[in-house]
């Protein structure tokens, strides 16, 4: 049963600070890692994915990969407090042939950026 | 382009019920995913649907069951409602060959 793990938080940043979120997965084989983003009482928005070690920037937000420890990070660079929502990270889970899998979803970390 | 859509957006029932939930895929997309968030958790995978057929399920009784129509619209209907079936029901599209998935807004379903 492959399993994700987050800290639910909350994380307080001040405005303007980097917010680091964490994320562990247990199953070694994953090869793609989804960040997304949920707002209090909205569906969430995917922000962030990444498949391969190392870094990926887009605009504040960056994701980092490492394989080996089983760990993806989301940075999210002069935090505003529109970030502040969940964030949720997630792996595929099985694949059923002919399309893809379902996702499996950590409880997520409750970022909270203070003005 | 036109996103996820779902219906309806709020939906109040009691125990013993049935309800039917709907969800319209993004334009292209031709898989459908349901899942179920509790208050505080991560949505949980319900089933998914690829070519009018249920391709994978997560560890929901049978009561939980769909349908997936010629134009990928999907439905989610829920037999004998519980208690703890109170959640957000999300309906993701996904394109095919991609792990990416795409919320829609969701359901809010509350059983008294």
């Known amino acids: 049963q492959k399993e994700v793990e987050q800290n639910s938080g909350p994380l307080s940043v001040p405005e303007g600070a980097i917010a680091s979120l964490n994320c562990t997965y247990s199953d070694r084989g994953s090869q793609s890692f989804f960040w997304y983003r949920q707002y209090s009482g909205k569906s969430p928005e995917l922000i962030m994915f990444?498949?391969?070690?190392g870094d990926k920037e887009d605009g504040r937000f960056t994701a980092q990969l490492n394989k080996a420890s089983q760990y993806v990070s989301l940075l999210i660079r002069d935090s505003q407090p529109s970030d502040s929502a969940t964030y949720l990270c997630a792996v595929p889970g099985m694949n059923y042939g002919g399309s893809q899998g379902n996702l499996i979803f950590g409880k997520g970390t409750k970022l909270s950026v203070k003005p | 382009e036109t996103g996820v859509t779902q219906s309806p957006t709020h939906l109040i029932k009691t125990r013993g019920q049935q309800v039917t939930l709907r969800c319209s895929s993004q334009s292209g997309h031709n898989t459908v995913s349901w899942y179920q968030q509790a208050l505080g958790q991560g949505p949980q995978f319900i089933f998914q649907y690829y070519r009018e057929e249920e391709n994978g399920r997560g560890n929901f009784p049978p009561r939980f069951s769909g349908l997936q129509f010629p134009n990928y619209s999907s439905e989610l209907n829920v037999n004998a409602l519980e208690l703890d079936d109170s959640a957000l029901y999300l309906c993701?599209?996904?394109?095919?060959?991609?792990?990416?998935?795409?919320f829609g807004p969701g359901t809010r379903l509350t059983v008294l």
């Open positions: 990444i498949y391969s070690n």
């Open positions: 993701a599209s996904s394109p095919g060959g991609s792990d990416e998935q795409f």
